[in-house]
T-cell receptor, first 114, second 113 residues
Framework: AQSVSQHNHHVILSEAASLELGCNYSYGGTVNLFWYVQYPGQHLQLLLK??????LVKGIKGFEAEFIKSKFSFNLRKPSVQWSDTAEYFC????????????FGGGTRVLVKP | ETGVTQSPTHLIKTRGQQVTLRCSSQSGHNTVSWYQQALGQGPQFIFQ???????GRGNFPPRFSGLQFPNYSSELNVNALELDDSALYLC????????????FGPGTRLTVL
């Protein structure tokens, strides 16, 4: 069955540090990939998405992600985090064989210390 | 443009009861998907409705059922509630294509005692 996994459950870092969150998926066919963010007390919001084309995708708030097909990965990066980036981050995929449903990873809680 | 809205915000029920959760899709969207997010986990797909028909279902028992109305709003019904049904229930709307973005509502927090 198709799945998405996120390597880190919790990440703690200081402001201005760089952030990289890992995401891997299990599926050999066509996949659309997403990163969603859930700020404290708010609903899930889309950060960025990959459908096709340039594997380096830029999203909102300075985030970017790189799709590496050979590694089945879609890691999220931000060069310099701010306290306001404290949130839970979810990687998700839509797999061609599974219709239009989103399959989510378990999430990574990121705490940015001021 | 109105976003996805859900009601109620919070709900407390006891085991064996039934519950109905509601979702209004974003303007221009004809597809609604429902997800269950247990504490500390990622959302799990329950089912999707496209133009009033069920269009895919996850690994949830039949006591989880739904409806979509002509205005594309939707309901999630859960019968015979169990303690493990306690979770955040998320609704997402989209225009229905596979290569499409789903936009989420704030969720309904259900607690089953």
């Amino acid at each position: 069955a198709q799945s998405v996994s996120q390597h880190n459950h919790h990440v703690i870092l200081s402001e201005a540090a760089s952030l990289e969150l890992g995401c891997n998926y299990s599926y050999g066919g066509t996949v659309n990939l997403f990163w969603y963010v859930q700020y404290p007390g708010q609903h899930l919001q889309l950060l960025l998405k990959y459908f096709s084309g340039d594997p380096l995708v830029k999203g909102i708030k300075g985030f970017e992600a790189e799709f590496i097909k050979s590694k089945f990965s879609f890691n999220l990066r931000k060069p310099s985090v701010q306290w306001s980036d404290t949130a839970e981050y979810f990687c998700a995929g839509v797999f061609k064989a599974a219709g239009n449903k989103l399959t989510f990873g378990g999430g990574t809680r990121v705490l940015v210390k001021p | 443009e109105t976003g996805v809205t859900q009601s109620p915000t919070h709900l407390i029920k006891t085991r064996g009861q039934q519950v109905t959760l509601r979702c209004s899709s974003q303007s221009g969207h004809n597809t609604v998907s429902w997800y269950q997010q247990a504490l500390g986990q990622g959302p799990q797909f329950i089912f999707q409705y496209y133009r009033e028909e069920e269009n895919g279902r996850g690994n949830f028992p039949p006591r989880f059922s739904g409806l979509q109305f002509p205005n594309y709003s939707s309901e999630l019904n859960v019968n015979a509630l169990e303690l493990d049904d306690s979770a955040l229930y998320l609704c997402a709307s989209s225009t229905g294509g596979r290569a499409d973005t789903q936009y989420f509502g704030p969720g309904t927090r259900l607690t089953v005692l």
